[in-house]
């Protein structure tokens, strides 16, 4: 008897470094994104006429706010999905309730 297609018999090779690798490239593209505010505090500050301490006092209230809509944001994620909702998201949805 033979197989079902795209089924192999014995032990596959595991591809576990590469979501590893991926994962750890997305982490260091968003947290180094986050963590490279302090070098441009000066600059911005200066073009932007305010102190540091409001400069501060804003990222430390962004990342207070997101801490604290964290769990919400994602419950809502986890129940509504991440599908992209807009206009043709709705009408696709109209269409599937009527036929």
Known sequence: MMPAPGIVDGPQ?????????CGAAILT???GARQSFGIFQKPIAADRQIG???WSLANALAMLLMGAFSP?????ADRFGTAPYGRHRRSSLRRRQVS
């Open 13 to 21: 090779p595991r591809r576990f470094w590469f979501p590893v690798i």
């Open 29 to 31: 593209i968003g947290i």
């Open 52 to 54: 540091r301490e409001l």
């Open 72 to 76: 919400f944001l994602g419950d809502i």
